[in-house]
């Protein structure tokens, strides 16, 4: 077992969501599926309580807890992308699978997780600070899904 693990709480569908990231992002898989011994008060035995994945490295788990609590954007997995392919890529999935599209670069699954899917070029646009960053944030104001272009224009002045 991990020392550390990031705990994913969905309604019944951790598995499917599992199962989605490990198809969509590299370095991702589902391990161990649990199930209930018996019955209890929220369910039938058999039903999966909890399922260990591990999204482009890092370990997670799934807990179908109900719909006791809802995802917000105060948590999000940030996924640095190399290239616009590779950043169309990932967007789509998540927003072609039941997903939608928020600004600057997050989207949602259709579980309600938030994504940042982020160009690397973005990402070392701000940290350079100065001009480039502001340039660089000016740009990804406009944008939802971020455009590498338009960021590595904004980086050049040229945008």
Avoid at 9 to 19: F, G, P, Q, T
Avoid at 51 to 79: M, R, W, Y
Avoid at 95 to 115: F, H, L, P, Q, Y
Avoid at 131 to 158: Q, T, W, Y
Wanted: net charge negative; charged share 25%.
């Amino acid at each position: 077992m991990n020392k550390n693990t990031i705990c994913l709480w969905y309604n019944h569908d951790a598995e499917e969501a599992a199962r989605f990231y490990a198809q969509t992002f590299p370095d991702s898989a589902v391990g161990e599926v649990s199930r209930a011994p018996s019955d209890f008060p929220g369910g039938k035995a058999g039903v999966v309580l909890t399922v260990k994945f591990t999204v482009c490295g890092v370990p997670c788990l799934g807990l179908n807890g109900g719909d006791a609590f809802k995802h917000n954007e105060a948590f999000s997995f940030q996924i640095a992308t190399d290239d616009q392919a590779e950043t169309d890529r990932y967007w789509n999935a998540i927003v072609g699978n039941g997903g939608m599209e928020s600004a600057c670069g997050w989207c949602k699954d259709r579980w309600g997780i938030s994504w940042q899917i982020t160009p690397r070029v973005l990402s070392e646009a701000m940290a350079s600070g100065g001009d480039v960053a502001k340039r660089a944030f000016k740009a990804m104001m406009e944008m939802r899904k971020i455009d590498v272009a338009k960021i590595e224009a904004a980086v050049r002045g040229s945008a």
